[in-house]
């Protein structure tokens, strides 16, 4: 439904008397099965709607279509999640609602290789829908012993891994006690692989480090290097910032290069937390220089001055300056800082190194240059793209690069000193005659263009 329509429908259509909707639902539903689930799960009494959710789910596990399109395993997923509002009905009792998500999540197999799920669309509707609703039911339900029964049944299989979500939620409707209880059950699982990975989350829960640290270090040192975030996360979920402070200087030794932003986020928040801004700002600067954003200069600037920030950005130039390789990154936090003097003389003394294959920043970085009047820079950007898809003889990028070469051609004549580098014209002859029986691109530049570099137009 487009926005207007829906905004039009929700303030007119609660004006409509109830029988003339209800009769527009019901003609609905001869032609849409939708339509028809929709009315079977509002006539649905709260008594019924338990034994009808496990109905319908059995005969949806009946079937023997395989959902291969996209279109068709989301439309599958939506029917699958339309079920729940059956379990959403008023005063049906808790237990009996936990016992149909329960013979749900053992449908799993079944219900998993029915479609190919390549884009999630069936893993969304376990983890997002059917996880939330079993977390809150279960929350209200006293009886631990039973829900502690409930966890174990559901965990002795998961083939599918769909029903790992339960356990981000256990500590909603278990207590530490429980969640202590089935961890004693399944350090002696027979499935250890399993068993591991569920014991290492449960004890993430219970918000103690100490244990925590022990579950991951029974692995390997890889495992518990890889798992260092996770710790450092317990410590803090337990409120035991200074703790984790102390444990840093040795997180940070340890952790794998490719997690260590994410410690450093976590150690910026408990440094926050301790009252010690400056320790925050250490951190944060020493991202920052290690990989120069906009956005990670943003972060500095909300808990240090004005004047820490300028000398921090000052130092973030002077390296970059003094790196010999090109770095896109660099160049678009030069461009994003307003410092486009420098970014100009950084890709001009850098342009050889220039990738044309990076169609995805390079575009972007040439029309910053333009925008602000720095043309020669722009057109070398432009140059390595255009090589690029001839050098490739990449048909399809054809007209990309002619785009390139008009774009070239418009700034060619505001550019007075060329430098050290071909003039417009001569640029043109020489991938024309480099090119010469690439026809199918020449055919989409601009006539003007190709007169010049055929030799036939001479221009200034």
């Not at 996209?70 to 029917?79: G, I, L, Q």
């Not at 010690?276 to 943003?298: C, H, M, N, Y």
């Not at 950005?313 to 970059?320: G, S, T």
């Amino acid at each position: 439904m487009k926005p207007s329509l829906r905004t039009k429908a929700e303030a007119l259509l609660p004006s409509i008397p109830a029988k003339t909707l209800a009769k527009a639902l019901i003609d609905l539903a001869e032609y849409s099965q939708d339509a028809q689930n929709i009315v079977e799960t509002l006539i649905t009494p709260p008594t019924e709607a338990t034994a009808t959710f496990k109905r319908k789910l059995s005969g949806i596990k009946r079937r023997k279509k395989f959902y291969h399109r996209f279109a068709e395993v989301r439309s599958f997923a939506n029917e699958l999640e339309s079920l729940f509002d059956l379990l959403k009905k008023p005063g049906i009792p808790s237990k009996d609602i936990i016992g149909a998500l329960v013979s749900f999540f053992q449908s799993d197999s079944k219900l998993m290789e029915m479609a190919d799920d390549s884009h999630g669309a069936m893993g969304y509707v376990f983890e997002y829908v059917a996880t939330p609703l079993f977390a809150k039911v279960a929350s209200k339900i006293d009886d631990q012993a039973y829900l502690i029964k409930v966890f174990n049944e559901l965990h002795t299989e998961n083939n599918y891994g769909v029903r790992d979500s339960l356990v981000d939620y256990a500590n909603e409707f278990l207590t530490p006690q429980s969640i202590s209880k089935i961890l004693q059950q399944f350090q002696n699982h027979t499935d250890q692989r399993n068993a591991s990975w569920l014991c290492r989350e449960l004890t993430a829960q219970l918000a103690n480090p100490e244990q925590f640290e022990v579950e991951i270090k029974k692995s390997s040192d890889h495992y518990y290097l890889a798992h260092l975030v996770d710790l450092a996360k317990v410590y803090q979920a337990a409120n035991r910032h200074q703790d984790l402070a102390e444990r840093l200087n040795e997180f940070f030794a340890l952790v794998p290069s490719h997690h260590r932003h994410h410690l450093e986020e976590i150690a910026v928040t408990s440094f926050l937390e301790l009252k010690k801004p400056q320790k925050a700002v250490e951190i944060l600067s020493q991202a920052f220089l290690r990989s120069p954003s906009t956005g990670a200069l943003q972060k500095v600037a909300e808990i240090s001055t004005k004047a820490q920030t300028e000398g921090l950005k000052r130092q973030a130039y002077e390296r970059i300056i003094a790196a010999l390789n090109f770095c896109s990154a660099d160049l678009t936090f030069l461009l994003e800082s307003d410092a486009h003097l420098i970014a100009n003389d950084y890709l001009i003394t850098r342009h050889q190194q220039l990738n044309g294959d990076d169609y995805y920043s390079l575009p972007q970085l040439a029309s910053s240059f333009s925008s602000k009047g720095y043309l020669l820079a722009a057109s070398l950007i432009w140059r390595a793209l255009t090589n690029s898809i001839l050098d490739r003889a990449s048909t399809k990028a054809y007209p990309h690069g002619a785009k390139y070469l008009s774009l070239m051609h418009a700034a060619a004549s505001e550019i007075s000193n060329w430098e050290n580098h071909l003039s417009h014209p001569e640029y043109l002859r020489k991938i024309h005659a480099n090119n010469p029986r690439k026809t199918s691109f020449w055919s989409s530049v601009p006539e003007e263009i190709v007169n010049i570099a055929q030799g036939e137009t001479e221009i200034d």
